[in-house]
């Protein structure tokens, strides 16, 4: 049994290596959240600029976020990207969902539960000045906290990235909210077929 247990211990350890990523040993760290955040100023299109590298996203290009307000209470979401097809061609393609904070007094931890996916996700706004910039977290424990998956996005309101002054900004913002910058990657914003 012991034996067992070290291959599987192994082998999460090796697709963690793997994907360079975001799963990592340990419970998810202690990320604030955006006290004030207000959704109305929130609304409208972001850019993905920079974002930890997941499954779900791998091989899209020009990851773009429409935020449309559906009543007072919850938030139309529209993902869309480009990638290329089994031809090589590039497509456009697109997620739909709704978000929605379940806590009144905590409006920047937002769930969100995409049209075609039966899980609701965490969707934390750590920070935004709601014109130039928005750092947004999720993550899960796995195995009761003996590792933890997170995810994270650097959104920004246009495609061209950010000014040395913003991009200052957010690495302070990173540091200060416990958030591992060394994990982004750059996201393409060329070439684009959905926008």
Same mark, same amino acid.
């Given at each position: 049994m012991?034996g067992?247990?070290?291959?599987?211990f192994?082998v999460?350890?090796?697709a963690?290596v793997?994907?360079?990523?975001s $799963?990592?040993? *340990?419970?998810?760290p202690v990320? /604030?959240?955006?006290?004030? $955040?207000?959704?109305? !100023?929130?609304? *409208?299109?972001?850019?993905d600029i920079?974002s930890y590298f997941?499954? $779900?996203?791998?091989?899209?290009?020009?990851?773009r976020?429409?935020?449309?307000?559906?009543?007072?209470t919850?938030?139309?979401?529209?993902?869309?990207?480009?990638?290329?097809n089994?031809?090589?061609e590039?497509?456009?393609?697109?997620?739909?969902?709704v978000?929605?904070?379940?806590n009144?007094?905590i /409006?920047?931890?937002?769930?969100?539960?995409?049209?075609?996916q039966?899980?609701v996700?965490?969707y934390?706004?750590?920070d935004?000045?709601?014109?130039?910039?928005a750092?947004?977290?999720?993550c899960?424990?796995?195995a009761?906290?003996?590792f933890?998956?997170?995810?994270?996005?650097?959104?920004?309101?246009?495609?061209?990235?950010f000014? /040395?002054?913003?991009? *200052?900004?957010?690495? !302070?913002?990173?540091?200060?909210?416990?958030?591992?910058a060394?994990?982004?990657?750059?996201v393409v !914003?060329?070439g684009?077929?959905?926008?």
């Amino acid at each position: 049994m012991a034996g067992k247990s070290i291959l599987v211990f192994a082998v999460l350890v090796l697709a963690a290596v793997s994907v360079r990523a975001s $799963f990592t040993p *340990g419970r998810c760290p202690v990320v /604030p959240v955006k006290a004030d $955040f207000d959704v109305a !100023q929130y609304l *409208g299109v972001w850019y993905d600029i920079r974002s930890y590298f997941t499954i $779900f996203q791998a091989g899209v290009n020009c990851s773009r976020a429409d935020y449309t307000s559906l009543n007072a209470t919850h938030v139309r979401v529209n993902n869309t990207g480009t990638k290329h097809n089994k031809k090589g061609e590039k497509i456009a393609i697109n997620a739909t969902g709704v978000a929605y904070a379940p806590n009144a007094s905590i /409006p920047a931890k937002l769930k969100v539960k995409f049209d075609n996916q039966p899980n609701v996700g965490d969707y934390w706004v750590v920070d935004t000045d709601y014109s130039n910039y928005a750092i947004v977290w999720s993550c899960k424990n796995i195995a009761s906290g003996l590792f933890h998956i997170s995810y994270s996005w650097v959104l920004g309101r246009n495609s061209n990235g950010f000014s /040395p002054a913003v991009e *200052g900004t957010i690495d !302070q913002l990173l540091a200060k909210n416990n958030i591992d910058a060394t994990l982004y990657e750059e996201v393409v !914003q060329t070439g684009c077929v959905n926008y």
